[in-house]
C-alpha cells in the first residue's frame, strides 16, 4: 500500500438495530461484495459477521449482528442476544440503523442496550420509502431528544452516494493506528461458513414464511480439491444438511418430487461458484432434530455460542 503506517486508520464500526432494518443489506454496500445474507425473514443474520474494507487511508472493520431479539425467550434467541451484545462492547462506533421515520419499542430496546460512551451516529435507513422528504426533519428533532446521537444519517443502504457519504462520516471517528487486515481483505469468515450460510439464504427465500426460522444448516463436507491442469478451477465438494424441526418442515424443504432441495442446491451452487471461483459440487440432506432451538447444549453444537 501506499499509504505510510503512520497516517492510517482503522477500527471497528458495530452496525446494530432490531431486525429487518437493513443492517445486512448495508454491511454488503460497505464492503462492496455479498458477505452477509439477507431476506425479508426476521433472524435471518445469526453469527457476528466482520466485513473489512480499506478506503483512502482509513480500513473499516465492520461488525454486523442479528437483530436483538425481544419476543421469544429461547435458547437460540438468549444465544443471539449475547452476540449482539459481545460485538458492541469494545467498537469504536456504533451504527444504530432505524427504518427512516419510524421509532418503536424494538428500536427504543436495542438503544437502550448500547453503551454510553461509545459515539452513535443514527442511521435513518430506507429513505428512499419516505415520499415527503419533509416529514423527516420533525422525526429527527424526536430523535435528537432521545440520545445524544454523534450524527444523524438519513440514507438508503440500495443508494451508492450514500454509501459513499456515510465512508466519509464514519472516517472521522476511527482512530490512527496501522490497519489490521491486508488492503483487499473483504472478510474474516471462512469459505465454509460462507457455504453455509448460502444454503441459509436460499433455504429461506425459497420456503418464505412457511418454514419457521428454527431450521438451520450443518456442513457435513467441505473438501477442497486443486485443479487437475492449469488454467483450471479448483472444485469444492460440499455436503449440507438442514436441520428441520419436524416432519412437515422437512416435507417442505424437499417440495414436490424434490423441486425445491433440487433448486436450494442449485442456486447455492451457482451463487458459491461465482463468490468462492471455484467449481462446487453439493449434496444436500434434511434431518429432523425436534426441539433443537430450546436445547442449549445442541444450540452450541451447532456453532452458535
Ligand atoms: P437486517 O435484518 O437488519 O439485516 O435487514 P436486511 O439487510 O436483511 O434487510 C431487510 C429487508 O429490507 C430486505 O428486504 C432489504 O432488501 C430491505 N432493505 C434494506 N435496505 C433498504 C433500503 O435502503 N431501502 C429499501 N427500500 N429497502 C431496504
Ligand atoms: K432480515
Ligand atoms: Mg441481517
Known amino acids: 500500500s501506499l499509504v505510510p503506517v503512520a497516517e492510517q486508520r482503522c477500527g471497528l464500526v458495530a452496525i446494530v438495530g432490531k431486525p429487518n432494518v437493513g443492517k445486512s443489506t448495508l454491511l454488503n454496500a460497505l464492503v462492496g461484495q455479498k458477505i452477509s445474507i439477507t431476506s425479508r425473514k426476521a433472524q435471518t443474520t445469526r453469527h457476528r459477521i466482520t466485513g473489512i474494507r480499506t478506503r483512502g487511508a482509513t480500513q473499516f472493520v465492520f461488525v454486523d449482528t442479528p437483530g436483538f431479539q425481544t419476543h421469544h425467550n429461547n435458547a437460540l434467541n438468549r444465544s443471539l442476544n449475547k452476540t449482539v451484545l459481545g460485538a458492541v462492547g469494545d467498537v469504536d462506533l456504533i451504527l444504530f440503523v432505524v427504518e427512516a421515520g419510524s421509532f418503536t419499542l424494538a428500536d427504543a430496546k436495542v438503544l437502550s442496550l448500547l453503551k454510553q460512551d461509545i459515539p452513535v451516529l443514527l442511521i435513518a435507513n430506507k429513505l428512499d420509502n419516505i415520499h415527503r422528504r419533509a416529514e423527516i426533519a420533525p422525526w429527527l428533532k424526536t430523535m435528537h431528544e432521545r440520545h445524544a446521537f454523534a450524527e444523524f444519517v438519513p440514507m438508503s443502504a440500495k443508494n451508492a452516494k450514500d454509501i459513499e457519504r456515510l465512508f466519509d462520516i464514519c472516517a472521522k471517528f476511527l482512530p490512527q493506528q496501522a490497519w489490521w487486515y491486508a488492503e483487499d481483505e473483504l472478510t474474516d469468515r471462512s469459505e465454509k461458513f460462507l457455504a453455509s450460510e448460502t444454503v441459509r ?35 469444492l465438494r460440499i455436503a449440507a444438511t438442514i436441520v428441520v424441526e419436524r416432519d412437515g418442515h422437512k416435507a417442505m424443504v ?9 433448486r436450494i442446491g442449485m442456486e447455492t451452487r451457482v451463487e458459491l461458484e461465482k463468490a468462492l471461483d471455484a467449481k462446487v459440487f453439493i449434496e444436500m440432506w434434511v434431518k429432523v432434530r425436534s426441539g433443537w432451538a430450546d436445547d442449549e447444549a445442541r444450540v452450541r453444537s451447532f456453532g452458535y455460542e
Do not use: H, M, N
Not at 254 to 262: A, F, L, P, T, V
Open 201 to 235: 439464504e436460499k433455504l429461506f427465500r425459497l420456503t418464505g414464511d412457511e418454514l419457521p426460522y428454527t431450521s438451520t444448516i450443518v456442513i457435513d463436507k467441505f473438501e477442497e480439491e486443486p485443479p487437475a491442469k492449469k488454467g483450471q478451477k479448483r472444485l
Open 254 to 262: 424437499i417440495g414436490d418430487k424434490g423441486e425445491r432441495i433440487k
